[in-house]
């Protein structure tokens, strides 16, 4: 196809949106609303799952080592523990610095209670941050394996629960996104198809005089790709807007605990270009697929 052919059916297809712009209103409108109920779930579910693993990386394990390890092990065992995929920063615990630590928890500070009792009985231990909260069993059983292990202690069960419910938002997330393609993809296919019937003498007329198929299904194929772009267009800058004014509200009126969480809620700037990748990839992919299916039937002469 020529140049010059193909800039007219292209111009034909924007031309297609001003002369049926009741329908391209109301299609780009309900898009919109699509795309608005995509990129909220979209925002939601990346910051849930950014702000579940912050809050599995808060989670530790406590490593105890038995009363008969060597003086110097601990050395060895840091090193063990540090190349272990999934665990973090690592933190030796001495016996006298848990001694310390009990008697500034538990008796005020007054070591003298203590006086002429053995403190020999508290272990040396390590805390140990968890990078990868969904390997949490395997995590606890490589590190039970180690030598000189005398027990491991791990919150386990709260860790799960934030790897379930990272999950359970995904694929919810997931799920809205697919209903609502689907929901997009009727809705450009209506539209194109009132525009369509509108011209079916025209295009009958063109099929008569030897147009091909393509030759007359591109003008509707843009006009259906122009419709998805321009609801792209409009939705990402209302997201942003309505998230930036989300976020200084949570900013504003949260508390000190939410804050430290809140404050792991990724700045628009972070999943900007992703959005809009999301945004355009859906207006042209259901707006082509839209048209596409929109065609059969008045093709046939």
């Known amino acids: 196809m020529r140049a010059s052919s193909l800039r007219y059916l292209m111009k034909s297809g924007i031309r297609n949106l001003w002369s049926n712009r ?44 038995q009363l008969d390890a060597p003086e110097d092990y601990h050395l060895t065992m840091e ?17 006298e610095e848990a001694m310390d630590s009990v008697v500034d928890k538990y008796l005020d ?14 272990p040396d231990s390590f805390r140990v941050q968890i990078t990868k909260p969904d390997q949490i069993d395997a ?13 491991v202690e791990a919150p386990t069960e709260l860790t799960k629960t934030l790897v379930n419910i990272r999950q359970i938002v995904n ?13 997009s993809v009727v809705i450009i296919t209506n539209t194109i198809r009132a ?27 843009v006009e259906g790709i122009a419709l998805g772009i ?49 945004f355009m990839a859906s207006g042209i992919l259901v707006g082509g697929l839209g048209s596409a299916m929109s065609m059969r039937g008045y093709l046939k002469v």
């Not at 109301?26 to 990129?39: D, E, K, M, N, P």
């Not at 500070?109 to 508290?122: C, K, P, V």
């Not at 694929?171 to 929901?183: C, E, N």
């Open 230 to 278: 321009l609801a792209a267009i409009i939705a990402f800058f209302i997201v942003w807007g309505g998230y930036d004014v989300f976020v200084r509200l949570i900013d504003s009126n949260a508390t000190s605990w939410l804050s430290s969480v809140t404050s792991h809620i990724l700045p628009f700037s972070s999943v900007a270009l992703r959005l809009m990748g999301y």
């Open 79 to 95: 090193e063990e523990l540090s190349q272990i995929d999934g665990l973090g920063e690592v933190t030796f615990i001495s016996r």
């Open 109 to 122: 500070g007054d070591a003298g209670l203590l006086e002429g009792m053995d403190t020999d009985f508290l």
């Open 22 to 65: 009741l329908m391209t209103v109301a299609s780009v409108g309900t898009l919109i609303a699509c795309l608005l109920i995509v990129g909220l779930a979209v925002l939601f579910s990346i910051n849930v799952d950014n702000m579940v693993e912050y809050i599995g990386e808060q989670n530790e394990l406590v490593v105890f080592l």
């Open 171 to 183: 694929t919810f997330g997931f799920a809205i996104i697919g209903a609502l393609v689907v929901v």
């Open 139 to 151: 995590l606890v059983q490589a590190v039970g394996r180690i030598e000189y292990v005398d027990k």
């Open 195 to 221: 525009s369509v019937f509108t011209r079916r003498k025209e295009i009958g007329i063109m099929k008569y005089v030897g147009a091909t198929n393509t030759f007359i299904r591109i003008p509707f194929v």
